[in-house]
């Protein structure tokens, strides 16, 4: 499965950790840019990227950064994702609120001032 890891603090690392481990292939990406990454990558085998890198093309999603720095994502981030790519932040537990989340994040996404008011509605 090809995975998406928005986020490279303790949950990011880590999953990039597990998943590669467990043979799948793993785009990492951060705020501070793909060269941060490059001894994340070296351990694990996961391709250090941008984040509009880490959602092409990705079966999975998964967003580990702060609530707060959610608009800081760039606008339209999901737009092209398909309905069927699950975006998931760490906080969801269940498959019924991980499909929630998703909604949200590519609502919010979508309008970078609309986050707010996504997440509440959603």
């Known amino acids: 499965m090809k995975i998406g890891i928005i986020g490279a603090g303790q949950i990011g690392s880590t999953l990039t ?5 467990l043979g799948h292939q793993v785009l990492v990406a951060n705020s501070r840019g793909p060269e941060t990454l490059s ?3 070296a351990e694990t085998g996961a391709t250090a990227v941008s984040v509009p890198e880490a959602v092409r093309g990705a079966d999975l999603v998964v967003v580990t950064i702060p609530e707060k720095n959610i608009p800081s994502l760039p606008a339209g981030l999901f737009a092209d994702t ?5 975006v998931v932040e760490p906080a969801t537990t269940t498959r019924a609120s991980a499909t929630a989340a998703s909604k949200r994040l590519r609502q919010g996404c979508r309008r970078a001032d ?9």
């Open 17 to 21: 950790r597990r998943l590669t481990a």
């Open 39 to 41: 001894d994340l990558a």
């Open 82 to 86: 398909p309905e069927d790519v699950v």
């Open 114 to 122: 609309g986050w707010r008011s996504n997440w509440a509605d959603g």
